[in-house]
């Protein structure tokens, strides 16, 4: 922050761009999904939270930063039950990925850190950095927030086996913090899984084998066995556990990679135009 007229690279004119792209920023590229997040939780929610943690990290970073816009639509087909769901194939995100970043290192942005913040878009993202390190040799960097969350929150679960999930806790809580105008948590309905032809899921891509603890991967949509749109127990969140993710996820995980991209790249030969 102030190396640029502002950190948000949609609203920097042409010449703008030219002109910081020479100072080598990291440009952070933020990826989300529009899918269901139960009955109290908005569809944007992932694209909204990865801008969110962006913005925060372009706010704490001492180093230029640039966000670039977020790219809402992601790849959510278990959710193709639910209404309001917006499905990019695998294909077609990481094609989109790949030209956005191509896009970037063409004009002289060659240090990429995209801040995915949904769990279908993973691989896309995977494929789309290996294209661009093959093409250009840079190193492009992920974090996921989401994901990071339920390992450093853990501690604060009153039950870690059953928080992950959709809608539940952790979300709710994160998402009261960040946007309470978007939270209706008036509207919660009880989460949890329920049996599907004869599976008993032990979570939702996942059933049960019988006389082990085993389970094994099941391909069925996520209104299969979580006809609410919930797993876990929303209801437990709150704001302050809220304030203690941004805490954990945005700040020291999430800002401390970045700052460490920044450390590790700044001089790396494939970082120079
Ligand atoms: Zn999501």
Same mark, same amino acid.
């Given at each position: 922050?102030?190396?640029?007229?502002?950190?948000?690279?949609?609203?920097?004119?042409? !010449?703008?761009?030219?002109?910081?792209?020479?100072?080598?920023?990291?440009?952070?590229?933020?990826?989300?999904?529009?899918?269901?997040?139960?009955?109290?939780?908005?569809?944007?929610?992932?694209?909204?939270?990865?801008?969110?943690?962006?913005? $925060?990290?372009?706010?704490?970073?001492?180093?230029?930063?640039?966000?670039?816009? !977020?790219?809402?639509?992601?790849?959510?087909?278990?959710?193709?039950?639910?209404?309001?769901?917006?499905?990019?194939?695998?294909?077609?995100?990481?094609?989109?990925?790949?030209?956005?970043?191509?896009?970037?290192?063409?004009?002289?942005?060659?240090?990429?850190?995209?801040?995915?913040?949904?769990?279908?878009?993973?691989?896309?993202?995977?494929?789309?950095?290996?294209?661009?390190?093959?093409?250009?040799?840079?190193?492009?960097?992920?974090?996921?927030?989401?994901?990071?969350?339920?390992?450093?929150?853990?501690?604060? $679960?009153?039950?870690?086996?059953?928080?992950?999930?959709?809608?539940?806790?952790?979300?709710?809580?994160?998402?009261?913090?960040?946007?309470?105008?978007?939270?209706?948590?008036?509207?919660?309905?009880?989460?949890?899984?329920?049996p599907f032809e004869g599976w008993t899921p032990?979570?939702?891509?996942?059933?049960?084998?019988?006389? !082990?603890?085993?389970?094994?991967?099941?391909?069925?949509?996520?209104?299969?066995?979580?006809?609410?749109?919930?797993?876990?127990?929303?209801?437990?969140?709150?704001?302050?556990?809220?304030?203690?993710?941004?805490?954990?996820?945005?700040?020291?995980?999430?800002?401390?990679?970045v700052a460490e991209f920044e450390r590790n790249?700044?001089?790396?030969?494939?970082?120079?135009?």
């Amino acid at each position: 922050m102030g190396h640029f007229r502002t950190h948000r690279l949609g609203e920097l004119t042409w !010449t703008e761009a030219r002109d910081a792209a020479a100072q080598n920023p990291i440009v952070l590229l933020p990826s989300g999904a529009i899918e269901q997040h139960g009955s109290h939780l908005p569809l944007n929610e992932d694209a909204i939270t990865a801008e969110w943690v962006s913005e $925060y990290i372009a706010a704490h970073l001492e180093t230029p930063v640039l966000v670039a816009p !977020t790219l809402s639509y992601g790849h959510s087909p278990i959710f193709d039950g639910f209404a309001g769901t917006l499905n990019l194939s695998f294909e077609t995100l990481q094609a989109v990925l790949f030209e956005v970043m191509d896009s970037l290192v063409k004009h002289g942005f060659r240090r990429i850190v995209i801040v995915n913040n949904n769990g279908g878009n993973q691989a896309s993202a995977a494929h789309a950095a290996e294209q661009l390190r093959a093409k250009y040799g840079v190193l492009v960097g992920s974090v996921y927030p989401w994901g990071i969350g339920y390992r450093v929150m853990r501690d604060l $679960y009153e039950d870690p086996a059953t928080a992950y999930g959709h809608g539940s806790e952790p979300e709710h809580s994160a998402m009261l913090a960040m946007f309470p105008e978007l939270v209706q948590s008036q509207l919660i309905t009880d989460g949890g899984l329920a049996p599907f032809e004869g599976w008993t899921p032990t979570n939702y891509t996942e059933g049960a084998i019988p006389g !082990t603890v085993e389970s094994g991967t099941l391909y069925w949509d996520f209104s299969d066995v979580a006809p609410s749109g919930v797993t876990g127990n929303p209801r437990l969140g709150s704001a302050e556990l809220g304030a203690e993710w941004i805490k954990r996820v945005a700040h020291d995980v999430c800002l401390g990679f970045v700052a460490e991209f920044e450390r590790n790249t700044a001089n790396a030969l494939w970082a120079r135009a």
